[in-house]
C-alpha cells in the first residue's frame, strides 16, 4: 500500500504564506512526478504545480510567480512553498504522485487526502 499524507494548511491572511508537505510512504520503488492540485467549492479539481524526477516544473498560470514546488527525494516528500495568498487561493490542496510500488510493471496514481488552506481577505 502507498500512502500520501499532506500537512501544513490552515487559515492565513490575505498576502501571507503557507507550506504545505506531502509525504509518501509504502512500498515504492521509484517516483517518477509529484504535484499539488486543488478545488474549491463547486469548481473542478486543477492542477497548482508538478514537479518531475528530472526536476522539470510546471505552474498554473494562477500561481505563478508565487508558489514554488520542491521534493526531498530521501524523504519522498514534495513541498508547496505558497506565498502572496490571495482569497481566490481558497480551497483543498491536494497531493498526488506517480510511482511505481514494488512488483509493479506500470506506474500509478496515487493521491492525498487533502488539506485545506484558507485566504481570508
Known amino acids: 500500500q502507498v500512502q500520501l499524507v499532506e500537512s501544513g494548511g490552515g487559515l492565513v491572511q490575505a498576502g501571507g504564506s503557507l507550506r504545505l508537505s506531502c509525504a509518501a510512504s509504502?512500498?515504492?520503488?521509484?517516483?517518477?512526478?509529484m504535484g499539488w492540485y486543488r478545488q474549491a467549492p463547486g469548481k473542478q479539481r486543477e492542477l497548482v504545480a508538478h514537479l518531475t524526477s528530472g526536476g522539470s516544473t510546471n505552474y498554473a498560470d494562477s500561481v505563478k510567480g508565487r508558489f514554488t514546488i520542491s521534493r526531498d527525494n530521501a524523504k519522498n516528500t514534495v513541498y508547496l512553498q505558497m506565498n502572496s495568498l490571495k482569497p481566490e487561493d481558497t480551497a483543498v490542496y491536494y497531493c498526488?504522485?506517480?510511482?511505481?510500488?514494488?512488483?509493479?510493471?506500470?506506474?500509478?496514481?496515487?493521491w492525498g487526502q487533502g488539506t485545506q488552506v484558507t485566504v481570508s481577505s
Open positions: 498526488n504522485a506517480d510511482l511505481y510500488r514494488t512488483g509493479d510493471y506500470f506506474a500509478n496514481v496515487y
Open positions: 509504502g512500498s515504492i520503488v521509484r517516483i517518477n512526478a
